[in-house]
């Protein structure tokens, strides 16, 4: 049964859209320029202050920052901290200790530790790649 309150609760897409580039170290002038001439910083940044964003414009930003849409259309901050805080947290609400992990806790981490490496790789890769984009406009 969903929540009613989850039903009426509206997902805030600009700010999700400025979560997910500042997460990725994107400046808006740089998110600007790869969404083409007719865009700049202070348009980016209305557009980061609008609650719902236009289908086409959303899957651009998406395809631009390599995040799948539905991430951004459905991201709610306030539902991802109380799953942390309630998962994490030695006092947070339903939190419980499971003696016997169907996991062996070093794989977890191990796995953990391959996840970050690839998304640093990945992030080391679009930095580059924002890099050469930059240095060729600078040319031009």
């Given at each position: 049964m969903i929540d009613t309150d989850m039903q009426n609760k509206k997902i805030h897409q600009g700010r999700n859209i400025k979560r997910f580039r500042e997460m990725l170290g994107i400046k808006q002038e740089a998110l600007a320029f790869?969404?083409?001439?007719?865009?700049?910083?202070?348009?980016?940044?209305?557009l980061e202050q609008k609650e719902t964003v236009e289908h086409d414009i959303l899957a651009q930003v998406a395809k631009i920052l390599k995040v799948p849409a539905e991430a951004i259309e459905n991201f709610d901050e306030e539902q991802a901290v109380n799953v942390i805080a309630n998962t994490f947290g030695d006092n947070g609400i339903g939190y419980q200790r499971n003696e016997n992990p169907i996991f062996h806790p070093i794989d977890k981490l191990m796995q953990l530790h391959e996840e970050k490496i690839a998304l640093y790789e990945r992030m080391l890769k679009e930095k580059d790649e924002m890099m050469e984009r930059l240095e060729k406009l600078i040319v031009k």
């Open positions: 790869e969404l083409g001439d007719d865009w700049n910083q202070k348009k980016i940044s209305l």
